[in-house]
């Protein structure tokens, strides 16, 4: 496993870090399985663990606590804040009032002392960034996290968040969790130029573009829309969709070059992720045994600028041949 330092914190993270937003009822129920699953991907060298207080009403952290359970300290630990927890008002968003409770709910389920790096999961206009920063460094002093991080802001409040904190002389977003893969790769032309000048880590998230580049949907093939993914968003899956018609075709382009390459269409799409310059690690969030093997298989693949440029041909930089969530 490649490690590499997570922006300018010192914190050495794997390139590949491990998503749990499929353990729980949305996903994986078996908390035994999901347990399993932390702990190959530790025994195979991954030390970065990703999950939110809102993945599956909290159940994740609770199954990720449990799993590391005497494996702590040798784990990058990360959650977030932001999205709704329970009915009623003030249960989310990025307030102090908020991120004060919702710091300590999350530390109750994942049964640790510190959280690693915390993360606002997205932006809220109800709230000056003044104030959330503010709170996240307090938290920082206080000692229950050690960085914080945004996830899925435009480079624009990126920016303006950095302005905010060096005038105020507050902490300041140590990392940006983006969607990218080969189909949504719209953060190259500006998120991800601000991160590099920020010294931001950079942790993307969807790299099989919700399943897209999986291998499962291809062209002239019967697509489910009542199942799995494409029952969640049937538009970006129906192939009968005027708009799905590049999506499917550049799919077969690269099921071809994976064959090349010698690897699968998955493994290429987390390769290709983790190939750009201003990526640190890339989030794989498997919901079963199988599909994590399937992935930890190419964990050493690298692409050379050949295979790149291949890419580049088949979908040119900055170009978004869907639209990721929250974007």
């Known amino acids: 496993m490649r490690y590499r330092v997570l922006g300018g914190t010192g914190i050495e993270v794997s390139v590949h870090c491990l998503g749990t937003m499929m353990f729980g009822a949305v996903g994986n129920p078996d908390h035994d399985d999901c347990a ?189 829309l009542g199942a799995g993914r494409p029952a969640l968003t049937p538009a970006r899956f129906d192939p009968a969709l005027p708009g799905n018609t590049a999506k499917y075709a550049a799919v077969e382009e690269l099921v071809a070059l994976a064959d090349e390459v010698g690897c699968t269409l998955p493994q290429l799409a987390v390769a290709f992720a983790a190939a750009h310059p201003a990526v640190t690690s890339t989030i794989i969030g498997p919901r079963t045994m199988e599909q994590l093997d399937a992935l930890l298989a190419g964990a050493e693949l690298t692409l050379d600028d050949a295979v790149l440029d291949r890419i580049d041909e088949i979908v040119p930089p900055g170009t978004n041949l869907y639209q990721p969530d929250g974007a």
């Open 36 to 224: 399993r699953i932390v702990h190959k991907a530790l025994d195979q060298g991954i030390n970065f663990v990703d999950t939110a207080d809102m993945y599956s009403a909290g159940e994740s952290e609770e199954i990720v606590g449990k799993a590391l359970r005497g494996r702590r300290d040798d784990v990058v630990l990360a959650t977030k804040v932001h999205f709704p927890m329970g009915e009623g008002p003030n249960r989310g968003g990025n307030s102090r009032r908020w991120i004060v409770r919702a710091v300590e709910d999350s530390l109750r389920r994942l049964g640790t002392d510190w959280i690693d790096l915390y993360q606002v999961h997205r932006p809220d206009h109800t709230t000056d960034v003044e104030e959330t920063l503010g709170a996240l460094t307090d938290l920082v002093r206080a000692g229950k996290i050690r960085a914080f991080g945004c996830s899925t802001f435009p480079a624009e409040e990126i920016v303006e968040a950095h302005h905010v904190a060096e005038r105020r002389a507050l902490g300041r977003f140590r990392t940006e969790q983006p969607p990218y893969s080969i189909l949504a790769r719209g953060i190259e032309t500006s998120v991800l130029p601000v991160c590099r000048r920020y010294r931001m880590g950079v942790l993307v998230w969807s790299p099989l573009a919700s399943g897209f580049l999986s291998g499962r949907y291809r062209q002239g093939r019967p697509v489910d």
